[in-house]
């Protein structure tokens, strides 16, 4: 079998207002998608989601210069995508065309992906827990408790599992560590004993505030404290020190030279690498080194956008050492969680012909080979690419 043909499709869709959404200092007025396919000369076709943070149109001219090296090669070869060079742009080319492979091998091999993927003598998760990720609509100077009310709704739908942001700037409404753990509080009030609960810091905070937040979420219970800080290893690790919640991080990472000294440090307490940003292969090198020589740290993945990354997320957190074969269990920071984008809009499915089952709260792995999924028709006349950067500044 031979690689033919390889091609990027560069997809945006303009959120409704109400579905626009804001965080720190940025406005999102759109959803983007960046769509690789691969074509072989039997009429097999692999498809991937590679991270649109990198930027559509960018990402296809990566993919542009890599297809001479890669049309006529068996899509089996392991040698075929470049090195990443912790190179978030580059890379995430890489990992379009990584997922898109083993999407391809499975339907090659009439297996899916999480099939190939798990070690010899394991089983694969067949149902994967849902966290409901957003928190990302609520306003400090108009109705913060907003977040509150979000929270309730995605615990209504039956997701077990929530995390939310910081809100807009705090220096633009004066907000302070005392009122943010007020609203972090109402939210645990109405919702913590339905779903587990996780901050997103956004590298946003300092130390200082970052341990005070932490010790608060700790006392309350909460899931784990994402990115709270700048990336800096001794920091994570000192604020991993002082709690017993999870801090986590690592969703920019595509190498695992980045991620060594956070792991060494003892700075992550839950690892979080993106099969679109960093490849499906990556993400398997973490999660095995995570779990084999540091102590069983879980792996749940960042998975910010569209429903096709979600499925190469999925079956690589499927087949990660240490699972069961069932489904994930409940419980916090637990292996086996997928985080699910509440704000990507229609584009998050509907790039798919058939959108995979969630039931209860859990995405269930469709028995198909590779990712288990397919394109819809014509998604580039139905979602012409919008120019332009995914987030606009805002100010005050």
Known sequence: MKITAIRTLSLSRTH??????????????????????????????????????GVPPDIAARIEQLKPGLIGRDPRDEDLIPANKAVRANDIANAGLNCALWDLRGKIADKTTAELLVAEGQQPLRRLRLYASSGVGYDWDN?????????????????TAYKMRLGTHWAWSNVTVDRFLTLARQVHEAVGERMDLALDGNCRLSIEEALLIAEALDDMGWAWFEEPVERVPADYA?????????????????TWAQFEPFMAAGAFGVVQPDAGVCGIDLCMEVGRKAHANYGGIPLI???????????????????????????????????????????????????????????????????????????????????????????TPMQR
């Open 16 to 53: 409704e207002p109400e579905r626009q959404w804001q965080s720190a200092t940025f406005h999102v007025p759109k959803a983007d998608c960046s769509i690789c396919i691969i074509e072989t000369d039997e009429g097999l076709q692999g498809i991937a989601e590679p991270c649109a943070y």
């Open 143 to 159: 109705r913060p408790e907003s977040v509150v009310e979000e929270a309730i709704s995605y615990a209504e739908e039956g997701l």
């Open 238 to 254: 000192r604020l991993n020190e002082a709690v017993s919640i999870p801090v986590t991080g690592g969703e920019p990472f595509t």
């Open 301 to 391: 993945p960042h998975n910010w956008h569209n429903g096709l990354m979600t499925m190469a997320n999925a079956h690589m957190v499927a087949a990660l050492p240490g699972i069961d074969g069932r489904e994930s269990l409940p419980g916090k920071a637990a292996s086996g969680m997928l985080e699910l984008n509440m704000r990507q809009g229609p584009l998050q499915w509907e790039i798919l012909r058939e959108k995979p089952a969630i039931e209860d709260g859990y995405l269930v792995l469709p028995d198909a080979p590779g990712l288990g999924v397919e394109l819809a028709d014509d998604l580039e006349t139905r979602f012409p690419y919008i120019e332009g950067p995914w987030g």
